[in-house]
């Protein structure tokens, strides 16, 4: 149980166009989840917590009119990257967690390239 | 923003020993996780200790947790080649009434055959 997808897995695009991510749990419903920046070699970096039916949090230096959150049903968010360019190339990876859980399951993870 | 740090950021050992990553952390936290990630994946949850535990197992797995001291550690014994990746700690403090989970830079465990 506690599976977390994400689609695509990889996904090469031209400057300045914009690239969805889907986040989905797909055995449990996830009042919260959270959206991460994976930079080579380094840490994972929190962008925003997604919680269902209400805004999103981003933290600070997350632009929010680039990175768009979308978190509509308590198993799908999605991440739009509008306007990508090629310092947005990055490993993004979300992460869901069950109400009243405390663990967090994270999915596979989505390779992003700007050319 | 509190952050794990984990210690060391590189291990190389034999297989058959055992592996020994630390984190410390440096304010109050609601839990701790551990997580596996292998080169560009996703992250496998290991274990979460609660702040009023000492010590977990599961397998081969050991964690431990000193919130005096602000650290826990994770103990992988009879290592093998496959426990090769990147381990990282996760604290989670309250923020707005919802926990807030950040990462440390991860310890890069490599394990010979």
């Known amino acids: 149980g506690a599976v977390v997808s994400q689609h695509p897995s990889r996904v090469i695009c031209k400057s300045g166009t914009s690239v969805k991510i889907e986040c989905r749990s797909l055995d449990f419903q996830a009042t919260t989840m959270f959206w991460y920046r994976q930079f080579p070699k380094q840490s994972l970096m929190l962008m925003a917590t997604s919680n269902e039916g209400s805004k999103a949090t981003y933290e600070q230096g997350v632009e929010k009119d680039k990175f768009l959150i979308n978190h509509a049903s308590l198993t799908l968010s999605t991440l739009t990257v509008t306007s990508a360019h090629p310092e947005d190339s990055s490993f993004y990876i979300c992460?869901?967690?069950?109400?009243?859980?405390?663990?967090?399951?994270f999915g596979p993870g989505t390779r992003l390239t700007v050319l | 923003s509190q952050q794990g740090e984990e210690d060391p950021q590189a291990l190389s050992i034999q297989e058959g020993e055992n592996a020994t990553m630390n984190c410390s952390y440096k304010t109050s936290i609601n839990n701790l996780q551990w997580y596996r990630q292998n080169s560009g994946r996703g992250l496998v949850h290991l274990i979460l200790?609660?702040?009023?535990?000492r010590e977990k197992h599961s397998g081969r797995l050991r964690v431990t947790l000193d919130t005096s001291k602000k650290s826990s550690s994770l103990l992988i014994t009879a290592s093998r080649a496959a426990d090769t990746a990147s381990y990282f700690c996760a604290t989670a403090h309250a923020s707005g009434g919802s926990y807030i989970p950040t990462f440390g830079r991860g310890t890069s465990l490599i394990v010979h055959p």
């Open positions: 200790i609660r702040s009023n535990e």
């Open positions: 992460s869901a967690r069950a109400s009243g859980g405390d663990t967090q399951y």
